[in-house]
Structures are given as C-alpha cells and as structure tokens.
C-alpha cells in the first residue's frame, strides 16, 4: 500500500475508515477525507498531523455544520462538493483544477468505493487476498451500498498477480 500511495498524486479515503483506522495516509502529500458532516471527525486524526507536510482536504456536503466546520477549518482545506453525498466527479474535477491531481487511489471504505465505480472513476482495482476468514451481514465488502446491475459495470482484466507469502496481490483493469 505504502509504494501505491507514493505513485499517486493524493489518496482518498471515507469518513468510516477515518474513524476506524486514522491512518496517516502517508507517503502521500495530497491526503483527503470524504464525509457527509463530518461527524465524528476531529483535528486530532493522524491525517491532519502539522508534521505530515503536504496538504490534508476535507471534501463535504452542505450538511456539515458551520461548529464542525470552525473545528475543521484551522488542520484541513473544506470543500463543499454536494448536498446530500460528495459528487465524486465534482471532487475529482477540483482536485485535477485547483490541485493538479491526476492520479489518486481510493482506499474505501466499501461506500466511497461503490460512489467511485458509480461514478466511471475505477482504471484500476487492487484486490490483496490474505489467509483471514471474515463472515457476516456486518463484515466489510469492497463494493457496499445498493449494488449494480449485472451489465452495469464492465468486467474487470487481471492484468497482475504476486505473491507474498500466503498474501496475493491482484490488479484488474477497466475499459469503460
């Protein structure tokens, strides 16, 4: 993960994975949250760290509060991109516009990830697969939300495969 996050120009990750892993999100320079409003969000998550260096964004809705907002505003550029939910290709138009991001990997959670295939934004999918079983209507998936049609979204290419030990690491492209 580390030598994907130094290729690419920022990485994005969703709200619930701030809250459940605060990662720092370094190597990367250009680190961005994507939240509704915020909730639960504070200036004290690794990502924003002074130290870091680079830049830490908070792409949000109109939801958020103007109190969150205050809290927010002196560790993170905000940006409002939507009413509801963070129109995906409006944040990935500001961040090519106002930051010159090109390449970006999206780190989900499950719901970030199904906006960013809804959304055509998915050249790429890198799958690890590890000896761990994890079951249940509550465990994580790589695609949540609602779901696609079955013809809805083109079949990925594996276009890589290593392996690590008992780890595999898969990469499947996209045609759109």
Not at 121 to 140: C, F, N, Y
Request: with cysteine.
């Amino acid at each position: 993960m580390l030598a994907l996050r130094e290729r690419v120009d920022a990485v994005v990750i969703g709200a619930a994975n701030l809250r459940a892993d605060d990662p720092d999100l370094m190597p990367s320079h250009l680190r961005v949250v994507v939240t509704r409003a915020g909730d639960h969000i504070t200036p004290a998550a690794r990502m924003f760290a002074k130290n870091l260096g680079g830049e830490a964004i908070v792409a949000h809705t109109s939801a958020m509060s103007r109190e969150t907002r205050a809290i927010l505003q002196p560790h993170a550029t905000l940006v409002e991109l939507g009413g509801s939910n963070v129109d995906i290709p409006r944040l990935l138009e500001w961040l090519f516009r106002e930051r010159g991001c090109k390449t970006l990997v999206c780190e989900g959670g499950g719901v970030l990830a199904a906006d960013f295939v809804a959304a055509r934004a998915v050249d790429e999918l890198h799958l690890t697969i590890v000896p761990r079983v994890l079951g249940g209507a509550t465990a994580p998936t790589c695609v949540e939300g609602s779901g696609f049609e079955p013809d809805a979204i083109p079949d990925g290419r594996l276009a890589s495969v290593e392996r690590v030990g008992d780890e595999l690491y898969l990469v499947y492209t996209f045609e759109w």
